[in-house]
């Protein structure tokens, strides 16, 4: 089991930018691939990103591309979202997750249903 705990969510301008974090405890995260996604309001949780065990690989939704980065740090146990340019279109709960689906180094992971574990979630809110 591993718990995950979101942070560093807030108010924010248009234009700005955030960093997510996400701590993980108990089991270390280092072998699970991890991801984010978001729930705005009145509608289901989408994917972000992702990234491979490894830490080599990541992968991003086409709105967030270019702007969001996805990154781990193994020592720290700890998984990170930069947000940056950030829209309207970007208010949210957003959720971290790991993923126990395969011990594959190199592989992520984009379903919701692929992912065992998840965070509470933090709020991000993007005024205009």
């Known amino acids: 089991q591993v718990q995950l705990v979101e942070s560093g969510g807030g108010l924010v301008q248009a234009g700005g930018s955030l960093r997510l974090s996400c701590a993980a405890s108990g089991r270390t995260f280092s072998g699970y691939a991890m991801g984010w996604f978001r729930r705005a309001p009145g509608k289901e949780r989408d994917f972000v990103a992702a990234?491979?065990?490894?830490?080599?690989?990541?992968y991003y939704t086409d709105s967030v591309r270019g702007r969001f980065t996805i990154s781990r740090d193994k020592v720290e146990n700890t998984l990170y979202l930069q947000m940056n340019s950030l829209t309207p279109e970007d208010t949210a709960v957003y959720y971290c997750?790991?993923?126990?689906?395969?011990?594959?180094?190199?592989?992520?992971?984009?379903?919701?249903?692929?992912?065992?574990?998840w965070g509470q979630g933090t709020q991000v809110t993007v005024s205009s």
């Open positions: 997750a790991a993923s126990a689906a395969s011990a594959a180094m190199n592989i992520y992971f984009v379903g919701v249903h692929d992912y065992d574990y």
């Open positions: 990234i491979t065990v490894n830490g080599d690989t990541t």
